[in-house]
């Protein structure tokens, strides 16, 4: 009897268990979509805001300091990318971007997000309706703070344009033109995990090349990349770069100081 009683206890725990579990996966499934969605309209809001020239609502869209890659990184206020992206749209007469294909992912505690991004430029809109494309795929990074998100990294990664290509020639014309480029790279340290960095790459010189990253705690954007630039505008290659554990780079325990983890870093950022 006793058995018997003992053995209807422990599937009754087990039941209550594995309803408990449930519930805490459906949580878990909610707070992830519930996440994903917010994402996916911050930046539906930032294009939307952009292309109706309200720039003080698509600034809210963005962390303090913000890391734009567009061409080469920029470590920038939400203001300074207003600043930066007016004179481009404001060449249009308008503009519509529409997000798709948006997926959101979180690994070694950062919260990562991918979307292909459609847009229309129009110039001479009610003479000649002139209308440029683009099909681009952007990479995003958002932060927490409080209960909302908001975009802590934003990259082009790649950029196929259509339509009228005289239009982004016309508005190119007069913008500053760097003499070297910037690549995004990826590549193992000694242990295998994976490190994110820029690539500068001269138009004249690439054989010399310097590497560079920053002091304790240090991350790229963090006064390395301005080396990086300075170095690449003299004719000298540079390749800056995060440490695992750090900024971009691969390692769950983040923000983890360990020499000998640094030096496996720099070896494979020698050997790449």
């Keep these: 009897m006793k058995f018997t009683i003992a053995m209807l206890l422990s599937f009754t725990l087990l039941g209550a268990c594995s309803s408990n579990n449930k519930k805490n996966s459906s949580r878990t499934e909610m707070t992830q979509a519930l996440k994903e969605q917010s994402a996916e309209t911050i930046v539906t809001n930032m294009m939307a805001s952009m292309d109706k020239r309200e720039w003080k609502e698509f600034e809210k869209n963005f962390a303090s300091r913000t890391v734009v890659f567009f061409g080469e990184p920029f470590l920038l206020r939400p203001q300074e990318i207003s600043k930066m992206i007016k004179p481009q749209v404001q060449f249009f007469d308008s503009t519509k971007h529409e997000v798709t294909n948006f997926k959101l992912t979180e690994k070694d505690e950062r919260i990562l997000g991918k979307a292909k991004i459609v847009g229309n430029y129009w110039k001479n809109k009610g003479l000649t309706s002139d209308v440029a494309t683009t099909d681009d795929e952007y990479e995003f990074e958002f932060i927490q703070e409080g209960e909302k998100l908001r975009v802590i ?120």
């Excluded at 003499?179 to 138009?203: C, E, H, T």
């Excluded at 004719?235 to 983040?254: K, Q």
Aim: proline fraction near 5%; charged fraction near 25%; hydrophobic fraction near 35%.
């Design 153 to 272: 990294r934003m990259a082009l990664v790649s950029q196929k344009p259509g339509g009228d290509k005289k239009l982004f020639q016309s508005m190119m014309k007069d913008l500053p033109k760097p003499n070297y480029r910037v690549k995004m790279v990826n590549f193992p340290s000694k242990n295998g995990k994976i490190m994110r960095g820029w690539l500068y790459l001269p138009k004249g010189n690439i054989h010399d090349v310097v590497i560079i990253n920053g002091n304790v705690g240090n991350v790229k954007e963090q006064g390395s990349h301005t080396y990086g630039r300075l170095l690449a505008s003299k004719n000298i290659s540079a390749l800056v770069f995060d440490f695992v554990n750090f900024g971009e780079s691969e390692g769950l325990v983040r923000n983890l100081e360990d020499p000998g983890q640094k030096i496996d870093d720099f070896k494979g950022a020698v050997d790449f």
